[in-house]
């Protein structure tokens, strides 16, 4: 138990459906961040939120709209996706600034696994 | 931006060590870190190196050189329940993460 958890765990939906992904973290952190798995390739990161405040963007196409209204939760909407955006989606959080004594490992959820037809 | 490389797999006999080799190019360094992913679960955190030299933590040890771009992870006495992958990840001074592909370890009885 990471104190990360994600759902739902696996998504189908086609290119004209709309969807949210859900994180929720246990953990009393300040940051949240949603992160892009595709085989065989690095995490890639998409956004980052602060304090609620979005603080990344990571050049991610328009159709995936983030949203983060406290500090526990995030949301990932999904609309008019393409078949190259199936990958698995992971959310992740950490405890950020001085007091944090500089680790502030990010701890991940188990993903959402998300397939476009 | 980072440019984070380490190999694609790695196949050990159990009771073996492995040694999984991490390079990167940074624009800004402020930590490196080695996550254990297994097969559709979360990647989970194993170690973290901000200064060079070797930390040890039961049967995982990672080692950072900063003025090489370079750390390992060594996996001692492995056992099958290390069969995953290890992702190797670079801290920029944003304190934003840039992961490597990773590197799936097979062991083999």
């Known amino acids: 138990e990471t104190g990360v958890t994600q759902t739902p765990r696996h998504l189908v939906m086609g290119m004209t459906n709309k969807k949210s992904l859900k994180c929720e973290q246990h953990?009393?952190?300040?940051?949240m961040y949603w992160y892009k798995q595709s085989a065989k390739k690095p995490l890639e990161l998409m956004f980052v939120?602060?304090?609620?405040?979005?603080?990344e963007n990571n050049s991610v196409p328009s159709r995936f709209s983030p949203e983060c209204p406290n500090s526990s939760h995030l949301f990932l909407h999904l609309h008019t996706l393409q078949p190259e955006d199936s990958a698995l989606y992971l959310c992740?959080?950490?405890?950020?600034?001085?007091?944090?004594?500089?680790?502030?490992?990010?701890?991940f959820g188990p993903g959402t696994r998300l397939l476009v037809l | 931006g980072q440019n984070i490389d380490q190999p694609t797999e790695m196949t050990a006999t159990e009771g073996a060590i492995v040694q999984i080799n991490c390079t990167y190019q940074t624009s800004g360094f402020n930590g490196l870190f080695w996550y254990q992913q297994h097969a559709g679960e979360a990647p989970t955190f194993l170690s973290y190196n901000v200064l060079d030299g070797l930390e040890e933590k039961g049967r995982f040890s990672s080692f950072l050189s900063r003025s090489k771009g370079y750390s390992y992870l060594l996996l001692k006495e492995l056992q099958m329940k290390d069969s995953a992958s290890y992702l190797c990840?670079?801290?920029?001074?944003?304190?934003?993460?840039?992961f490597g592909a990773g590197t799936t370890v097979t062991v083999r009885a």
């Open positions: 992740a959080s950490s405890q950020e600034g001085i007091a944090s004594g500089g680790q502030e490992t990010q701890y």
């Open positions: 953990l009393g952190h300040n940051a």
């Open positions: 939120y602060n304090f609620k405040e979005q603080t």
């Open positions: 990840a670079v801290r920029d001074e944003d304190y934003k993460l840039s």
